[in-house]
T-cell receptor, first 113, second 114 residues
């Protein structure tokens, strides 16, 4: 079955701490991978995406993610979080050439000032 | 417009009432998607349009749900005889052309059925 697992449902960090949010997927075939962020009261916004090429992808606001094909993982990282990173983060996958996104259940990040 | 626009932002419906949710995609985007997001969950696929053609409606939970995009631009998701389990946020997204292009999401319509 096609699925995305985000193991951390709630994460609380202090400012300047490092962040890593886990994402594992199950999908038969080659995939595109995405991280979306939803700030309080706002719409889902794309943080970064992987289609092909360098498996280490850099996104906006200092976020990066690494695609490890052998582990079916696409973990999100940021070396030093800020209070403004408080949001909900969703990992998503779709099959190459297909349109249907499959989302994880999300991780709520709270950064303490 | 600059982004995907959805209306209304909030809708309270009495059980059994019909509702219609509107989505204005980004101009020129061929692909349009509807997703349902229940509390504490990630978005779940409902249906997909390419221009005016509804290519996939496999995610619609019942025949009470109906979506259309008659002119290949604005789309409407209609729910007939609403039930409490329909309470969720309904998200619309559009992309230039599905597949390997990024989807842009609207703010969603929060539907509460009482």
């Amino acid at each position: 079955a096609q699925s995305v697992s985000q193991h951390n449902h709630h994460v609380i960090l202090s400012e300047a701490a490092s962040l890593e949010l886990g994402c594992n997927y199950s999908y038969g075939g080659t995939v595109n991978l995405f991280w979306y962020v939803q700030y309080p009261g706002q719409h889902l916004q794309l943080l970064l995406k992987y289609f092909s090429g360098d498996p280490l992808v850099k996104g906006i606001k200092g976020f990066e993610a690494e695609f490890i094909k052998s582990k079916f993982s696409f973990n999100l990282r940021k070396p030093s979080v800020q209070w403004s990173d408080t949001a909900e983060y969703f990992c998503a996958v779709n099959g190459k050439g297909t349109y249907k996104y499959i989302f994880g259940t999300g991780t709520r990040l709270k950064v303490l000032a | 417009g600059a982004g995907v626009s959805q209306s209304p932002r909030y809708k309270v419906a009495k059980r059994g009432q019909d509702v219609a949710l509107r989505c204005d995609p980004i101009s020129g985007h061929v692909s349009l998607f509807w997703y349902q997001q229940a509390l504490g969950q990630g978005p779940e696929f409902l249906t997909y349009f390419q221009n005016e053609a509804q290519l996939d409606k496999s995610g619609l939970p019942s025949d009470r749900f109906f979506a259309e995009r008659p002119e290949g631009s604005v789309s409407t998701l209609k729910i007939q005889r609403t039930q409490q389990e329909d309470s969720a946020v309904y998200l619309c997204a559009s992309s230039f052309n599905g597949g390997n292009t990024e989807a842009f999401f609207g703010q969603g319509t929060r539907l509460t059925v009482v």
